[in-house]
């Protein structure tokens, strides 16, 4: 695993473009963590927001969480999702919004791609028979690979090390990172999560979700399902969309489904279902 001692922080973001925590977020971080939080408060900061209202309504209303009925507004959406819930949403539309600049690639096709596989993850949820916050699951899946377009926008020529990282059958993307730019997008997708005070478990998972041995010894945790979540929704994605497997699929497959207690034909039934609301 991944140990990061805070005295290097400052040295592994030098230089980056590191997105301020967005006002709207941090008012709505502010009432959930007062003494008496209310709903009433939460939605009228998002009402607010024109662009926000609108996104968390488009998010919710989404096949991929198959809510019986439609949302209309965003007090039924406050009043549905709770507060931690909504707030996962504005940070990642917040995210969305915040990192852009001149990138050596295309922005518009990454959040296109980590939108996918955040819906992958509220489908697949959805489908589990744990109990979970859709949510969350969504925003882990928009914010576990955020440190790429920051390094996109840093690095002129990181467009070509995601294509050496395409073509590596040895070197995963995060070696080929650190060997060509001394740091890697998963520590400082961690440090836009950490500043954007945004949960300790999520920031751990950013950090964490290319380490190959975080499925090793199951202990049916939260964030080891979390986990298993994003990478089954990751390979469905790249097979759907690129037809072929993610490039770790082959290595954690079998621990992936033993995580989530899948056999192959049920894991099967998801993909299937799942790629035609992709397509």
């Known amino acids: 695993?991944?140990?990061?001692?805070?005295?290097?922080?400052?040295?592994?973001?030098?230089?980056?473009?590191?997105?301020?925590?967005?006002?709207?977020?941090?008012?709505?971080?502010?009432?959930?963590?007062?003494?008496?939080?209310?709903?009433?408060?939460?939605?009228?900061?998002?009402?607010?927001?024109?662009?926000?209202?609108?996104?968390?309504?488009?998010?919710?209303?989404?096949?991929?969480?198959?809510?019986?009925?439609?949302?209309?507004?965003?007090h039924q959406a406050v009043s549905l999702l709770g507060m931690e819930s909504v707030n996962s949403l504005a940070a990642s539309v917040e995210l969305k919004r915040a990192l852009t600049g001149n990138a050596c690639i295309s922005l518009e096709r990454f959040w296109d791609n980590a939108t996918d596989v955040a819906n992958s993850m509220v489908y697949i949820g959805s489908r589990l028979k744990e109990n979970?916050?859709?949510?969350?699951?969504?925003t882990?899946?928009?914010?576990?690979?955020?440190?790429?377009?920051a390094m996109a926008i840093r690095y002129p020529d990181y467009r070509l090390t995601l294509i050496d990282a395409n073509d590596s059958t040895e070197q995963t993307l995060s070696q080929i990172e650190e060997a060509k730019h001394g740091t890697n997008h998963s520590i400082i997708g961690?440090?836009?999560?950490?500043?954007?005070?945004?949960?300790?478990?999520?920031?751990?998972?950013?950090?964490?979700h290319h380490e190959a041995d975080y499925l090793e010894h199951i202990t049916g945790k939260e964030d080891q399902l979390v986990y298993a979540i994003l990478k089954m929704a990751e390979n469905i994605v790249d097979r759907t969309r690129r037809f072929r497997d993610a490039q770790?699929?082959?290595?954690?497959?079998?621990?992936?489904?033993?995580?989530?207690?899948?056999?192959?034909?049920?894991?099967?039934?998801?993909?299937?279902?799942?790629?035609?609301?992709?397509?």
């Open 1 to 74: 695993m991944i140990d990061i001692d805070a005295s290097v922080a400052e040295v592994m973001t030098q230089g980056f473009h590191i997105p301020p925590r967005p006002e709207t977020l941090m008012r709505l971080q502010e009432i959930s963590s007062s003494d008496d939080p209310s709903l009433a408060d939460i939605a009228q900061v998002v009402a607010a927001d024109v662009g926000l209202s609108s996104a968390i309504l488009k998010t919710v209303n989404s096949p991929f969480y198959g809510l019986t009925r439609s949302i209309t507004n965003i």
């Open 132 to 138: 979970f916050s859709l949510e969350t699951l969504y």
């Open 140 to 149: 882990v899946g928009l914010f576990h690979d955020c440190g790429i377009p």
């Open 190 to 208: 961690y440090y836009i999560a950490a500043s954007w005070h945004l949960p300790e478990c999520l920031c751990e998972l950013i950090l964490q």
């Open 248 to 279: 770790d699929w082959q290595q954690l497959q079998h621990r992936v489904l033993d995580t989530m207690g899948l056999n192959v034909l049920e894991y099967s039934d998801i993909e299937e279902d799942l790629s035609e609301l992709l397509s």
